[in-house]
């Protein structure tokens, strides 16, 4: 009358219950069922390790490259700096845009760096050398973000541009669809098995697309303006931020929402989030307020709220996908801070030493910057 298999799948459970309910679960491997699992607090990474001060103002995006050797960041100044994460020395500042850099993504070979400005542009760089291979210079208004195929071949920008908001591109910059235009777009991301396209929509909607045939499958009506978004690694759910001050889980195939994870000071600018951990258990996000939260991605409870930056909101979150132990946050104050567990040994990277910096208080005019542009 017992299935078979049936002993191993409530172990399974029992060890995935265990990881649920332990708030600083970060690893990949499954907990012993020969005792209690409880993870030490200490070896989260809740500590400021290094920052960064390469950057002369607002620093709005940071992304780990995904063997994790490499941190881009950019901002306001108009730069785009690439860091080797090993000593964090500055392998390339890449300085051809004429604008604010609002966005940086890499190639899934780590080759290839896209970046997307409010000069209306997007820029295509060789990481090995530093060299701009391609420019994007179609659309009409600031490109807002950029998202590669999974095979790297190709790559989607997406705009403000109400006419031209989301381009499919080869990667010698020939035009493979152009989706109807009608609409505009803050963020847009691929799934990671390649069969959807999901664009944030300024009007309070997220557009969801077959990658293959174009087509779109839906339109989900949110009840306030999203900001970015962010898929999970096994293509099943969605990230997004929300002005109301809420970030949402969210099933692509069902469009149910899954959980809702608050605290965080959302109204007015972009921010962006990301999932963290050796798995992606946990959900963490900047703020207005200067600081950063982390949930636990199942239970949804607040497991810290870190005094992040000095002054003004904290952009975005990167986690290093090959080192669990580390993220990166990107603030006003124009500073990259890395994060990493109190156990670790203190980056040394002379250039990079940590400095006072006092918040000077730039304006916030960007259209990219603030959702009330919209």
């Known amino acids: 009358m017992i299935p078979d298999n049936r002993l191993a799948t409530l172990l399974d459970h029992v060890k995935q219950n265990q990881i649920n309910q332990c708030l600083y679960h970060n690893t990949a491997l499954p907990p012993s069922l020969y005792s209690d699992h409880m993870c030490d607090r200490n070896d989260f990474p809740l500590s400021t390790k290094l920052e960064l001060t390469r950057h002369s103002d607002e620093v709005w995006h940071c992304q780990f490259s995904h063997d994790g050797t490499k941190l881009v960041t950019a901002g306001r100044d108009h730069s785009v700096i690439i860091y080797d994460t090993s000593t964090f020395e500055v392998i390339h500042k890449l300085q051809d845009h004429e604008a604010g850099v609002a966005h940086a993504v890499w190639s899934p070979d780590d080759s290839k760096l896209i970046t997307c400005s409010q000069d209306r ?5 060789s990481t090995e050398t530093g060299r701009c291979l391609l420019t994007i210079n179609h ?3 600031p490109v807002t973000a950029a998202v590669w195929a999974p095979n790297g071949e190709s790559f989607v920008t997406a705009s403000l541009d109400l006419t031209s908001q989301l381009c499919h591109w080869s990667v010698r910059g020939q035009p493979l669809h152009m989706w109807p235009s009608g609409f ?13 396209l999901i664009a944030v929509d300024v009007e309070k909607k997220i557009r969801v697309f077959n990658f293959i045939t174009h087509e779109e499958e839906y339109t989900l009506p949110l009840k306030s303006k999203a900001t970015s978004i962010v898929v999970s690694k096994d293509s099943r759910h969605m990230l997004v931020n929300l002005t ?14 899954i959980r809702r994870f608050q605290g965080q ?4 600018f972009i921010i962006r989030s990301a999932f963290g951990g050796a798995a992606e258990n946990f959900v963490v996000s900047g703020s207005e307020d200067s600081r950063i939260y982390v949930w636990h991605k199942e239970n949804g409870k607040l497991v810290e709220t870190l005094e992040g930056h000095l002054s003004g909101c904290v952009n975005a979150i990167s986690w290093n996908p090959a080192d669990p132990g580390m993220f990166a946050s990107a603030g006003d104050d124009c500073l990259v801070k890395i994060w990493g567990r109190a156990s670790d040994t203190n980056l040394n990277s002379t250039p990079s030493k940590r400095r006072a910096i006092t918040g000077n208080g730039y304006a916030r005019t960007s259209a990219l910057r603030s959702t009330s542009s919209f």
């Open 139 to 141: 659309h009409r208004q």
């Open 184 to 196: 505009r777009v803050q963020d847009c991301a691929i799934t990671p098995d390649g069969r959807r």
């Open 121 to 125: 542009t997007a820029r295509v760089w």
């Open 244 to 257: 109301e001050c809420q970030i949402q889980l969210i099933d692509i195939e069902t469009t149910e929402v």
């Open 265 to 268: 000071k959302q109204s007015t």
